[in-house]
């Protein structure tokens, strides 16, 4: 297993660095002469000017960004110059208010929907229209009601996150043993006894597969919902360098995003881990 481990890493470093050279090859300037362009007018189009850089920065200048913004990462000169760490924790925060709501509610209905056939058939069709509706669709909606550009980027967050946990919460419940509810029954065990002895530790595997998935969904749609709400925030930082003709931040912004993505499925995997146990 160590030995496997050790060649995924080895290969993960050499695919990496492929991608740089390549990368960095791409946006090398041509040699070949051609015709004259508006600096301006390249560097909006990202293509290349003659004798000039590419407007699209390589795998150098994008490290050099990284490293000025790591530097002092949660500065605050004003609304819009804001350290790319403040920016972050903007986005974690909401995500997080939104995401725990989700749990709050999705966890216990889907339990009520998984032992009871009765609240599956009658909240199904409530479920089956709500659950394709883009999160994003809810915006204008949230914005035109709540007015309130941070509290409706949770609600969406909050919408986005229910659906995902309340149906692997509702499955993983409806999939207990028989066996093991029987059993239980004969000792004679209550109700929520029985719920939170027997049903939640069956059940935990599948309801964590579920808050792993909508944090994913989450965590994208954040980025998404601050780009058109604006003010603060790692997606409206992204859209703000764009418009900014800043490439390199963007790129860093987006880099911030993945990494931040699979720190938090890391620790509900792990968590993930901690609860799955052999048959």
């Given amino acids: 297993m160590k030995s496997l481990g050790v060649r995924a890493g080895i290969l993960s470093v050499v695919l990496f660095l492929a991608f740089c050279l390549a990368w960095q090859i791409a946006v090398t300037p041509s040699t070949s002469s051609g015709p004259a362009l508006d600096p301006e007018y390249a560097k909006l189009m990202g293509i290349t000017t003659v004798g000039a850089q590419s407007a699209m920065p390589g795998p150098l200048d994008v490290a050099q960004k990284f490293w000025d913004a790591m530097k002092n990462p949660f500065y605050d000169n004003g609304p819009n110059d804001k350290g790319l760490g403040l920016q972050l ?90 066996e093991w509810l029987n059993v239980a029954l004969t000792l004679e065990v209550g109700a929520w006894r029985r719920a939170f002895t027997v049903i939640l530790p069956a059940a935990a595997p599948t309801i964590l597969t579920g808050m792993r998935i909508s944090i994913g969904i989450a965590w994208l749609v954040i980025v998404a919902a601050e780009m058109l ?6 997606g409206y930082f992204v859209w703000n360098e764009w418009n900014n003709l800043s490439i390199a931040n963007v790129i860093v912004g987006i880099l911030l995003i993945g990494i931040a993505g699979m720190i938090l499925d890391l620790i509900l995997a792990r968590l993930q881990r901690r609860v799955t146990f052999p048959e």
């Fill in 89 to 178: 924790l903007y986005s974690i925060g909401r995500v997080a208010i939104g995401y725990g709501l989700a749990v709050l509610v999705a966890v216990p209905v889907g339990f009520l929907i998984g032992m009871s056939p009765l609240a599956y058939r009658a909240l199904d069709p409530f479920i089956q229209v709500l659950k394709p509706i883009s999160p994003l669709a809810w915006m204008p909606l949230a914005l035109y009601t709540i007015k309130d550009s941070n509290l409706s980027a949770i609600f969406v967050i909050f919408i986005c996150s229910v659906w995902p946990m309340l149906l692997n919460t509702a499955f993983g419940v409806g999939a207990v043993r028989k």
């Fill in 229 to 234: 709400v604006g003010g603060t925030g790692i």
